[in-house]
């Protein structure tokens, strides 16, 4: 039986284990509990959650290796989930703080009677593109092929699904999406299971190698105008609930702070430099090659603008992931974001 029938039969033993992984084990360098701040008092420990090793997490994971937390008084630890809808459900069940994902996940959980907080984002842009078979040379080839695209509900089946409607496809009739975990993707496309895949970073390096094509790439300026029909899209924000943010305001601060400072320290080093003070963070190790093709997309501010938020609205109307507009303040907070702004 191929790969990609026997992940979506087991898809609900895959939820099992994520849930069990994103519990049981810790990611990164984080403090141990033990440790102290700088100022001498013990360190607050905070969960961040994602959907696996997440390239566009790397303002983070700065912020954590530079010693930047440490330095607010955080020790954080990042958990590995196999997609976004279940880290936000973690988020919710207040088992981790703070939550790296996409953009339209605090828009669908809004629509849903829940509010998450956008704090900071990490990207400017929206950085993925669609990798395919080489012989798939149009987005018209898609027809009557299998896409992974992680789950329903989830950021790339939103943007797979955008991508599909551009080409010309009823994302319903003309494809087929699978959802794979990450460490399967790679020996599904090797298989013939899927013919097409969401990827950036390290995932499209491998696809490339592999002799994959890229039909539609977001990093590319004039793609990204053609088809989101915007120069910004902040897709990887860092959510928490709105709960929390009014329980905890300081420590959302330090957070932000945190990474505001980890994102100008990237702005101002070479992606050798970062791809060395990284790549534990990662399964394996981060060239310095695809540094330099994931921070194209990065923010140097966190901030979301009107504009951001337009863009993400517009894209989840449409392909259906939510089914009204949402307003701004509804799901953004950037009062830390100028907060720390304000200290550099």
Request: hydrophobic share 40%; no cysteine.
């Given at each position: 039986m191929c790969i990609a029938k026997n992940f979506i039969k087991c898809s609900v033993g895959f939820v099992i284990v994520a849930m069990f992984i994103s519990l049981s084990v810790n990611f990164?360098?984080?403090t141990d509990a033990g440790s102290a701040a700088s100022d001498g008092k013990s360190l607050q420990q905070i969960i961040v959650g994602q959907p696996g090793h997440d390239d566009y997490g790397i303002p983070l994971y700065l912020a954590d290796k530079l010693g930047y937390f440490k330095e607010e008084g955080l020790a954080v630890q990042f958990m590995n989930f196999k997609?976004?809808?279940?880290?936000?459900?973690?988020?919710?069940a207040g088992e981790i703080q703070f939550c790296l994902t996409s953009y339209d996940q605090a828009l669908k959980t809004f629509e849903k009677g829940k509010i998450l907080k956008i704090v900071l984002t990490t990207t400017e842009k929206h950085p993925w593109c669609l990798l395919a078979r080489p012989e798939i040379t149009s987005l018209k080839d898609l027809k009557g092929k299998t896409i992974s695209a992680k789950m329903p509900g989830s950021g790339p089946r939103a943007f797979a699904t955008s991508i599909v409607i551009h080409g010309g496809l009823d994302p319903n009739k003309d494809v087929t999406f699978v959802d794979l975990p990450e460490t399967a993707i790679l020996p599904a496309y090797i298989n013939g299971d899927i013919d097409a895949t969401?990827?950036?970073?390290?995932?499209k390096a491998e696809m490339l190698s592999r002799g994959a094509v890229v039909l539609a790439d977001m990093n590319d300026p004039a793609q990204?105008?053609?088809?989101?029909?915007?120069?910004?899209f902040p897709l990887k924000v860092v959510l928490a609930t709105d709960d929390y943010l009014k329980s905890n305001p300081e420590i959302a601060q330090k957070f932000v702070t945190a990474a505001y400072r980890a994102m100008q320290w990237e702005k101002a080093h070479s992606s050798a430099e970062i791809a060395e003070k990284v790549?534990?963070?990662?399964?394996?190790?981060?060239?310095?090659?695809?540094?330099?093709?994931?921070?194209r997309a990065f923010s140097h501010t966190g901030l979301v603008t009107a504009g951001g938020h337009k863009a993400i609205e517009k894209q989840s109307l449409s392909v259906g992931l939510i089914n009204k507009p949402v307003p701004m303040e509804s799901v953004v907070d950037m009062s830390y974001q100028e907060k720390a702004a304000a200290k550099q």
């Open positions: 990164g360098n984080a997609s976004s809808p279940l880290s936000v459900a973690s988020l919710l969401v990827g950036s970073g390290i995932r990204h105008k053609a088809i989101l029909e915007t120069d910004t790549s534990e963070y990662f399964l394996g190790s981060v060239s310095q090659e695809v540094v330099d093709d994931i921070r």
